[in-house]
């Protein structure tokens, strides 16, 4: 059974850079698709950030140029590099593998929570002003 561990967020100024970084286990990482999501407080889950098992990376519009997501099969993991935070980046972010997946992923397969099966416990980033 696949395990998603995050860990890296905290509280930061606006302006500043945060790395979130997600570590796996089980044999079958490079088989799927990972994502990043984040729930802000009264808000439903939102799609931040995917990548495919080819390296291809999408990216919601609010984060495009700000955040930068990144996997290491050999390591098991997937990283979350998050720039020029802003306040409206506060939110719980969680990590989450799609199930056995094609090698290239539309943009529409990793925007849909529905593709994913196995999700994080969540880490907290607060950004202040």
């Known amino acids: 059974q696949v395990q998603l561990v995050e860990s890296g967020g905290g509280l930061v100024q606006a302006g500043d850079s945060l790395r979130l970084s997600c570590a796996a286990s089980g044999r079958t990482f490079s088989e799927a698709a990972m994502g990043w999501f984040r729930q802000a407080p009264g808000k439903e889950r939102e799609f931040v950030a995917g990548i495919d098992r080819s390296g291809a990376t999408y990216y919601a519009d609010s984060v495009k140029g700000r955040f930068t997501i990144s996997r290491d099969n050999a390591k098991k993991t997937v990283s979350l590099q998050l720039s020029s935070l802003k306040p409206d980046d506060t939110a719980v972010y969680f990590c989450?593998?799609?199930?056995?997946?094609?090698?290239?992923?539309?943009?529409?397969?990793?925007?849909?929570?529905?593709?994913?099966?196995?999700w994080g416990q969540g880490t907290q980033v607060t950004v202040s002003s």
């Open positions: 989450a593998r799609t199930r056995r997946t094609a090698f290239f992923a539309s943009f529409a397969y990793l925007v849909s929570q529905n593709s994913y099966e196995t």
